[in-house]
């Protein structure tokens, strides 16, 4: 199939096709303006590193599409993500000055530019407004991975799960392993009994430091951080929630999304001196315990010169599983199961994109990963809260928490750091 070939396929099944004439058409690439097509419109809120590449993905699963507005806090980012996306894909993905949105309500000003979808990639911190403030437009949604980093972020995001469902809207999280061919065969296979009840789950992240960007004379402290975000629980809920939330959704995955009532954990940070390093742990390790009995744990870590792994153990009444993030080949070893995964293994992050396309032309049923992406963001932050206080808490405190992280107005200007949690001091704030 190229560009110029028109199917069913090519439609959004929205009241906006079935409008567009002429007058819609107005501010289309030429070739939309030509062929009387209207296109999907892309809009993306976070043009860094993951939100251009998701645009990419976007625009490769669906010819019938153009990347609409753009909004980014810093300008330089913003433009740098269309360079690199005009370069691959050509007028598709220029974006005329008018829609190009700079500042913190740039999110408002790209889902009011008339797009169909947005594509949610900033720092974590700012997921439950957006995905708030997209659902509340009826816009269809790809958010990335972690949700919020508290549980009143969390449970905002469950709200607009809740509408976006009502709505009939997608809502397509960037937990990427569910998407992923092989793990959902072998996940199939658990749940269907190949190794026996599981028993219990282990995973491991264990990874490099995230990058640093050293302060520039002229930045304010907010500026500082947000370019900085990943060393900063108020923006990136610690590596916990912004990294290890991959392996916590794996071992929620594994346990058939069941939440777990409470955590214990420990954590710290041993090599996260410098003051760029702001106020997150490098290290965690969490137990999970669930209501029947059974134990869930994860161990995470960010150090340098330090063995890497990122691998889950799922053990069952008569069988393990492990899976291997790195190959993303998924083993099933037991008596009664000599399955391996021999099928077709495209790149999750693409599939993510094919099939919400599909969703939103109507080609599949309408995708709502709204339980699970917030599960098994509060089940990342709930192992934060554990090592932080260095109690165990509970499932349901934890949601109810009424910590809310970050300053309460978005401006450049002075801006703390935050303290560092300290086990045995630090406390949980209840509701
Ligand atoms: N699924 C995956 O495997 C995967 C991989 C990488 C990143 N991610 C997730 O994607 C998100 C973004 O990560 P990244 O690596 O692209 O980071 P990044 O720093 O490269 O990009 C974030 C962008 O958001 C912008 N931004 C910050 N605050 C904003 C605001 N209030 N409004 C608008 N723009 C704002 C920043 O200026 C930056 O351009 C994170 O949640 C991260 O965890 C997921």
Redesign the pocket.
Known sequence: MNENDVTRRDFVKTATVAAAGATALSGLPAWAVQENREPIKIGC????????SAVNQALNASENSVIWAL????ED??TS?MNTLVGEKGDRAEVPKERRFV??D??QKVIDSGVDVVIL????H??PQ?IAAAVKAKKHVFC???MAVDGSGVRRVMESAKLAKENGTNLMS???WRYNYPLRGVYEQLHNGAIGDVRSAFSTYYSSPLWRKPRKDGWSDMEWQ??N?VHFDWL?GDHIV??AC?SVDKLNWAMNNEPPVSATAVGGREMHTALETGNVYDHFGVVYEYADGRRAHLHCRQMPFCYNDNNDFIVGANGICNVNAWTGSPDLIGPNTNWKYEGEQPNM?QVEHNELFEAIRGDRPTINDGDFMAQSTMMSILGREAAYTGQRVMFEDALNSTTVLGPKE?AFTDYAIPEVATPGKTKLNRA
């Open positions: 809120i976070g043009c860094g590193g993951r939100g251009t909004g980014d806090a810093f980012r913003l993500s500042g913190f740039a999110y990639t900033t720092p974590p700012f997921r957006h990335e991975k972690p960037g937990f990427c947000m370019r975000w990136s912004e990294q991959h992050y978005y």
